[in-house]
């Protein structure tokens, strides 16, 4: 049943990225030219209703679906692993013009050429996963 419940929420996600032309490329290619406003004011509004829900969240005691307690943990990682993470994310954003979101968006959408990305995605997720002792956290 939760199966269910998450790929329900997956849809609309993904309908909600689309219509918001969150996952054009073009509108991603604009947002790096520092042409248009359009991906950081969705951005920035993602940001801080986030902010607002998880006080919301906090302050409330609101448990899940299910029941159970909601519980944030934030681990420090220190500024130099975000700064190395974050550069190789948005270079994988900028060669790709997709972040990890609006990929699935763009397959479900018909565009089949994101078959590419997601299939690197698998993989170098996978590798991840064979590495991620070896690597600096």
Known sequence: MRGIVYLCIGVFFGIV????EAASWFRIYE???FRSF????????????????????KRMNIRSFYGEKIIFSPKKKGFRNYMFG????GLGWVLVGACPGPMFTLLGAGYLPILVVVAAAI???????LLKDKLPH
């Open 17 to 20: 990225l689309f219509k918001s």
């Open 31 to 33: 947002m790096f030219q």
């Open 38 to 57: 359009h991906m950081y004011g969705i951005i920035g509004s993602a940001v801080g209703l986030g902010i607002i829900i998880i006080q919301f969240i």
């Open 86 to 89: 974050g550069i190789i994310f």
């Open 123 to 129: 993989i170098g997720t996978y590798l991840y996963g």
